[in-house]
């Protein structure tokens, strides 16, 4: 057949020129808070934290997570501007397929770091061989195979496809996904995913949840500043679900029935769900962009090494800790001593002059944890 029979005979290309300007608006604001945050994420954990700590294990795997979907994004924004894939079938597949890696690594890691904080609080005694740091890694490796087996699949359904505007073809990526495809291949795709990446992390972030605050509410006395850190972590990690992910994957299970035939809707219901699977699209990949919300108000060592970045103190990279020097304007006779004089000026923060009875208090140089929370 000639190209113009070819053209002839695919389908008129449906109008989704509003659903592409919201995209397109959205999309660019997601590229490019999450570059930033994601990328300068991974540089304090890389540069000055080193990874020692289990959490901190976890939450460099979710900001690699994060930052794979966001280098995809410039590809969307083209095709969401110009409504036109010329990028080929395979890097169609790519794209969709980051999506989906971003999707449930992101469910998965916040599960595991929700874990840990069960077996360090609930359970530190019975469970703590599972918070060695050694181990962590490892779980790690278990979580990027899973999305990465799960992403085979998806990339599969996301080949691009065509269709006729005016005389000319289009490519299309990204929609117009058949009937067909959707009753053999996506919706059993679908159920999958939302089993194991989303509805499992759900379970185990909402118990464990619960389980943590409990134990919390039943220790004596006033809650100590490690106690305030988990439970705020535990608030953002259920402010991310709630926002990012129980929304779309609602919707798309019921989109899924719909397409599929599992369920009859009239054209209008299914089109006005289809409306709402746009928009918790836009709401599940910003979680890339609130995910560093985690690492800055939740973890000591990150939030730190920002404050002292910001003050301009030189950083000793081997000991992980900032140098910090102390201006004398006139000698203290207690360094005199020769026992104080084993210590540097730089150790000691001196007490005032109306206070003799203080104690100097001496900083160790131990490098920063990124926090046991």
């Known amino acids: 057949m000639s190209n113009d029979n070819v053209s002839l005979s695919l389908e008129q290309c449906k109008d989704y020129s509003a659903n592409h300007r919201l995209h397109l608006v959205g999309y660019s604001l ?105 181990l962590a890694p490892l779980l790690c490796l278990v979580v990027w195979v899973l999305i990465l087996l799960g992403s085979i699949p998806a990339a599969l359904v996301h080949g691009s496809s065509s269709c006729r505007k005016g005389n000319q073809t289009v490519s299309l990526c990204f929609e117009s996904f058949t009937d067909v495809l959707w009753q053999k291949r996506i919706f059993p795709l679908i159920i999958l995913a939302e089993l194991l990446g989303f509805l499992l992390p759900l379970s185990s972030v909402t118990y464990c949840s619960i389980r943590i605050f409990w134990t919390l509410c039943q220790t004596s006395g006033t809650q100590s500043l490690r106690q305030k850190k988990t439970i705020r972590l535990l608030v953002v990690n ?34 006005s769900v289809r409306q709402v699977l746009i928009v918790t699209v836009l709401l599940a990949s910003m979680n890339c962009s609130l ?15 920002f404050k002292k970045l910001r003050r301009g ?61």
Not at 291 to 305: A, H, S, V, W
Not at 325 to 342: F, N
Request: net charge positive; proline share 7%; aromatic share 14%.
């Open 238 to 271: 259920l402010v991310i679900f709630i926002i990012c992910f129980v929304p779309y994957n609602t919707t798309l299970a019921a989109y899924g029935m719909i397409k599929a035939h599992v369920i009859q809707a009239e054209p209008p219901v299914r089109d």
């Open 30 to 134: 997601i590229f490019v808070a999450g570059l930033m945050l994601n990328a300068m994420a991974l540089w304090v954990f890389l540069r000055y934290l080193h990874l020692k700590s289990v959490v901190s294990i976890y939450m460099f795997n979710l900001a690699m997570s994060d930052l794979l979907l966001t280098l995809s994004l410039p590809l969307r924004l083209y095709y969401y501007s110009y409504q036109h894939w010329p990028f080929g079938n395979f890097l169609c597949q790519v794209s969709g397929s980051l999506f989906q890696i971003n999707m449930y690594g992101s469910c998965l890691f916040l599960m595991c770091i929700n874990l840990d904080r069960y077996i360090a609080i609930v359970h530190p005694l019975r469970w703590r061989h599972l918070r060695r740091p050694k």
């Open 313 to 373: 103190q030189a950083w000793d990279s081997e000991m992980g800790t900032a140098k910090i020097q102390i201006l004398e304007k006139k000698p203290y006779s207690a360094c005199s001593s020769p026992a104080a004089k084993r210590y540097t000026g730089q150790n000691f923060i001196l007490p005032k002059e109306d206070l003799p009875l203080a104690t100097p208090k001496i900083f160790l140089k131990d490098p920063i944890q990124d926090s046991e929370i």
């Open 291 to 305: 995910d560093p919300l985690i690492y800055y108000f939740n973890t000591e060592g990150f939030r730190n090494t």
